[in-house]
Each structure stands twice: as C-alpha cells, then as structure tokens.
C-alpha cells in the first residue's frame, strides 16, 4: 500500500502546529488532523468565562521564530483564552500551516503495518498511511464527566468547561450549580457567580490557590523582554518548571528558617503572586513540617478573606500544598461573601443523582436551572485511550498500559515503531511550562526524524529495556517529593478504575538534559533500523 503521507500528526494545537512547522521544514509530506472546527487544541475547546493560562504570556508562547516573539504583543500578564486562541490562529496564518492541517476530523485508529512499516491511521473521513505517527493530542484534552445517575431526566442544561459552546452562555437570572473546584472552576466561579441568579458550589476537596495579580502587561516590559528574550528564555528553561527568567529562585531551606522570616518569604513570594509560591525554599516539596507552614499561610489568607468562619474551614485545604496542580485565581475566595453563593461539600456526602429539577446530595435536592461541571480532564493518557492505538503483532497501547502508562523519554514506546507522543507521561509536561516542554519535544522528534532519514534508516523503536528503566527512574523522582502523597490526577486519582502512577517527569532541565544525552550516545535506549 503507498503511503500518502511522510508523517501524520494527530492534534492542531501548540504541539501540532509546531510539529507541522519542524517537519516541513525537511522536506515531509506532512497532515494534521484536528477534531475540533479550528486550530488551538485546548484553547479552542476551552472557552469557559475566565478562562486564561497560569502561566505568564511571555513565557507561554512560542520561541523558535524571533520575528514571531517580536511583531506579537501580548495585552495581559496571563492572557486569556481568546487572546491565545487569536496568538495560535495567527501563528497558523502566518506560516501558512492551515493548507495541511484537516480540521472537523477525528482520528479513530492507528495500526502499524509491519510489513509495509507503515501506520495506517483511520479518521472518521477515511483511511491513509504514513512512515511515522506522531500524537500531539495533549495531555489535558479529554474532558471527564463524572457519571451521576439520572442525568438525563434533568430538564435544565448542563455544561463543561473542556467544551464550552462557542456562542458562549447566558448566565443571566439563572440558578446555576457548579462541580468542581479545581483550575477550571477557580477561574469561572467569580465571573458565573457576577452573572447569575444564585450560584451553588459542590466541592469534593477543598483546592489551594494563590493571586495571579492579573493586569495589563506593561508596554515598557514588554519591550525590555523583546530586547533580551532569547537570554530570557535560557534563564527561563534551566528552571525546573521551565519559566520565570525574572522571578529569583530561592536557594534555602525553609527548615533552616525560623518562622518569622518563613512567613515573610511567604508574604512576599503572595504578594509576587502565580505558580511561582512554591518556589519560596528548596525544600517544600520535599519536607513535610515545611510544606504544612507554607499551606498554614494560605489557610491564614483564606479566614482573613471569607467573613463566614464556616464557610473559610470548609474552603481551606488540608492536603499537601503542591500534590495537586496549584491554581491561579482572580477574587476567588472573594467570590464566597456574596449572597448568591453556596458553598457544598460533598467530599463526605457525594451527589447521588441528577433530577429533573437539579441535583441531589444526600436528602437535600438543590434546584437549578443549568448545571455547569468543572471536572477536568483524563489526563496524559485519556486522549490516546480513546483512539485503537496497536503497534507491533497488533498490541493494543491501551493494554500496554492497563497497569499504568509506560514510555521512554515519554516519547516512545516500546513496541510502537515510528510512533511518538509530544510532551506524553514519563515527561515533564503538565508540571512544567507547556510551550518550551512542547517546543522541545518537537525539535527532539524531528531531529530525530531528520537523522533517521539521512542514515537510511527506516524504523526506530524504544527498548523494553530503557522504557522499563525510565518507568523505574520517573517514580524514584516522585518518591523523593511530596507530589505522590495525595490523589491528584497527577496520578491519575480522578478517574474511576484508572491505575495509580505519577505520570510527569518533575525536572524539565534535568529531563532536557537526559534527552540530549541519549541522542549523544546515538539515541541510546532506542533501537535503529
């Protein structure tokens, strides 16, 4: 069977465009398939009110084209979805990306062809094949409902926040329930709680979150960043998290601390606001009488904010501060002094089941006229199980990875020839900053590409050797830390039946670094053919 294409890339975000981008560059005949109407992955599924990155917009943007860094001006210190949707629509237009891209197409199977050495990738608009198979699906794109029994007598709508319509919702006059209190719902609880009627929280677990400080991003800034970003993205990527060239890195121990200067430190990293409180000591992540001080702070903030006592005890967390995603918020806490906003925990007495007229908890039904879910995502691994992945002999990649997800470098997978998934478990990813984790990735891939084809190569394929030691490695990283200790989707805890496994890499210098030393040692763990 002829191939139709050189490579085919699933998914049209920041890790496809710039996949598409890298691998034109070579010469391939490259196709993107993309689900969704447009380009921008999950910012384009993404449109909930108050929507926006947590991480910084001129960290959180491409570097690989300096005219690009220079002509686009960012308007926020965290923008918001429609500004990163128009950023990446831009970038399509600007390098002529769309005339590959297929859009409204969604990949249903991929089988390797051993014979042929060749996927066959399946879309709901045909078949082709292709020598490599490169999955850019991201790792928080399969939006998760949980499944509440009755939800379909419910006579109101019901919304989530991963697939928001697009005309958007009117909110206006509305008893409006709202599940989850993770990222996504700390985000659109103020802007839903301004517009509706009366707006009630279910909150499983009780979620940590510090002031992003939002504003209009200074023109002055911006320019002196244009003037140094390359040094700027250096700086930025020997980070662990791969961000914050301007913010210093504390290299103390908070053990070593007394409790005064402690609590100043954390004053100060509060009032530098975003993710980068956790970076007040070496140790808060790794000693847990220090992480309980820096997570008394917060809980002192929240009581000094929410006027109800009761109210404040059930918002403040008790977990490890940092073993769940820490989120970014804009008058969150805030929001729960209003007089059209309830709080319910049902971390001790879960909802039962939808009726028609709303929800029920316990004996307690709560009516309301739309039901919005901000439940999350699968995470790392949802996409690729909800695509028939098989490689080598027809193994399917979803039992591979019926005991926990298992990659090398989390770009390969033993048993999966030619096939390679962009920032995938067994990599920094989601613990990281996700355009520079993308960016690397994407050059590391089609270098990689690059050398297989100027050698004669036909296939590579990762060992079952070096994934097993990779696999190995990834969980002795986590177990230094506090990140294993509580059930985050880190681990996968949000998804009935799922395995628990960290699934992120918790260095990205240190796991950059490994993925050039293995292409050092002829892209040593991989076997070439």
Known sequence: MPRDFDAVVVGAGFAGLYMLYRLRALGLRVRVFEAGGGVGGTWYWNRYPGARCDVESLDYSYAFSEELQQEWEWTERYASQPEILRYLEHVAERFDLLRDVQLETRVLAAHFDDARNAWQIET??????????????????????????????????????????????????????????????????????????????????????????????????????????????????????????????????????????????????????GLHFMGAFVDLMLDAQVNETAAEFVRGKIGGVVADAAVAERLSPRQVIGCKRLCVDTGYYETFNRENVHLVDVGRTPITSFTERGLRVGDTEYVFDAVVFATGFDAMTGA??????????????????????????????????????????????????????????????????????????????????????????????????????????????????????????????????????????????????
């Not at 599940?179 to 009366?198: F, K, M, N, W």
């Open 124 to 273: 709901d608009r045909g078949l082709v094949a292709a020598t490599y198979c490169i999955m850019a699906t991201g790792p928080l794109s399969c939006a998760l409902t949980p499944a509440i029994p009755g939800h379909e007598e419910f006579r109101g709508a019901t919304h989530h926040t991963g697939r928001w319509p697009h005309a958007g919702v009117d909110f206006r006059g509305l008893r409006v329930g709202l599940v989850g209190t993770g990222s996504s719902g700390v985000q659109a609880i103020p802007l839903i709680a301004r517009e509706a009627a009366d707006l009630t929280v279910f909150q499983r677990t009780a979620t940590y979150a510090v002031p992003g400080h939002n504003a209009p991003l200074s023109p002055e800034y911006q320019r002196d960043v244009k003037q140094r970003y390359r040094a700027f993205r250096t700086i930025g990527r020997q980070k662990h998290l791969g961000f914050g060239a301007d913010y210093p890195t504390a290299g103390d121990l908070g053990s070593a601390t007394g409790s005064a200067e402690r609590a100043a430190r954390y004053q100060e990293y509060w009032e530098r606001g």
């Open 384 to 529: 690729l199980d909800r695509i028939d992945i098989r490689g080598r002999a027809g193994q399917a990649l979803k039992e591979k990875w019926s005991a926990g997800p298992r990659t090398y470098l989390g770009l390969g997978i033993a048993g999966f020839p030619n096939f390679f998934v962009v920032v995938g478990p067994g990599s920094p990813s989601v613990i990281s900053n996700m355009v520079p984790a993308i960016e690397q990735h994407v050059d590391w891939i089609a270098d990689c590409i690059a050398h297989l084809r100027s050698r004669g190569f036909r296939r590579i394929e990762a060992t079952p050797e070096a994934e097993d030691a990779w696999v190995a490695h990834v969980n002795e990283m986590a177990s230094f830390t506090l990140f294993p200790t509580c059930n985050s989707w880190y681990l996968g805890a949000n998804v009935p039946g799922k395995p628990r496994v960290f699934m992120p890499y918790l260095s990205f210098p240190l796991y950059a670094a490994k993925c050039a030393e293995v292409v050092a040692n002829g892209y040593e763990g991989f076997a070439l053919g």
